[in-house]
């Protein structure tokens, strides 16, 4: 029997093999974004045993339908990430306000999510994605502070841009004008990087 | 009210990062399904918005999540979703239990396999060694010990399977106090088998003569559910089961707790709180 290497396949050559069920290619994608899963959700809920639960939901949903994921709309680490953030989102919503006042330490929703002294990568886990993940940080850096927590605020606290603005005691229009230079920026940023590796 | 791709385009990043209301959201959404070049952009945007995801500290998930969804992958096999599942995590979780019952069946044998073996060893060594002999006869019985630990893990892991297979199971974060601010717990229940389980983390050792004991925290009273020790990682697990009680005395269920007390039997809270939970 022929012997796979599957460290070796990209992302979409190991979904179209989890359509054959084929548990080899289910573990070589946790091991490619295990840790990057539950990192995500752990900042999304802030509780290491409901990030566990959120990883395991994830996972087990790219191994029942991994006919959702769609090459034609985008790289799977982006699909991944959306489905992710989407399940931490709603997990931490669920939990609502006791999660929020009860979980997460005080002034976690207003952390900035680039690592500070403190907050580095764990070691071992320093190559995952290292370039996308340093592109993207470098976008985040450049921004502006309020421009940066508006989107954080939106991508991992899950809020509305009303909800923001009620947050930070800004006007509804300032949030959005926030969120959308901030988005611009980044997106520019990271088209920019594209280009010049030639990817 | 129809949006225009103006309208569109100036939301779209709002609405890639979930942060549009949902009056907004479907309008948005109904354009786009009906504009090609929105909706390129929305893909762009959206693509942004999950790159955003990329700049988190990376964390190291336990090794045990690994163990658990392949466990569950294998058991799920070509099952394809039922509509309207009520519960979502249990498929892996009896397949997580399953697996950790094996996985302790398999150690417990290796165990009193090494007991046996070391017995017999001891055996042979004290016919010509007393200090030998002691040394071993020491060893054996502390792995007599960590084999009835094993056992009792068995035993818990059982009682998980069981309570988490059931339909009204319920889980709980237990938050370390600031006598154990690094704990935390897991309580999972059900009324069916009426039984609950703690899975403890990070508690410091209990002082000597002391152990951890688990409560159920009533409106008039706390009731005992267990004691427990940790292993030298600070993890513990207790089973509770078979309580009677009388719900007219107790009130009602409040909350979960853990206080350090005198090992033995014991009635009455009186040691430090670690870890405890609200249903409030």
Redesign the interface.
Known sequence: MERVEYASLRDDELMDRLER?D?GA??AL??RY???V???A??VVG???????V???V??RV???PEQFDLN???F???L??V???RS?DERRSRGRRLRH??LPSGYEEED???SGN????P???T??SD??AA??Q??EVLPQEQKLA??L???S?????E?ANKLGQPLGTV?TR??LG??K??GA?QERRGSSGS | MPMDCEGVRENIDAWALGALDADDARPLERHLAACPDCSAIADASQETASAIALAVPLRSASSSLKARLLAGAAVLGDERPHPARSRRYWPAAVAAAIAVVAGLAVWAAYMQTEVNGLRDENARVSAGATQQSEKFATASSQLVQMSSARREDLLAADAITEIVSQDDVARLTMEGTAAAPGASGRYVWSRTVQMGALVARDLPPAPEGMRYCMWLVYENDWVVGGQFDVDEDGNGRVVIRDLEIDAAETGRLKGFAVSVEPAGKVSKHTGETVLQASLD
Do not use: C, H
Request: net charge positive; proline share 1%.
């Open positions: 069920r548990l289910f573990e946790y091991d295990g840790d990057l539950y990192s995500v752990l900042r509780d290491t045993y409901v990030a566990e639960d990883a395991q939901d996972f087990l191994w029942r339908r709309r985008g790289k680490v982006t699909w990430m959306s992710t953030r989407n989102i009860e979980v999510v680039l690592p907050e580095r990568d764990d071992a886990l320093a995952v994605l996308e993940r993207v940080r976008a985040m989107i954080q939106a991508y991992f899950g809020l509305t841009q009303q923001i959005k969120i959308r988005m611009q980044m997106r990271l």
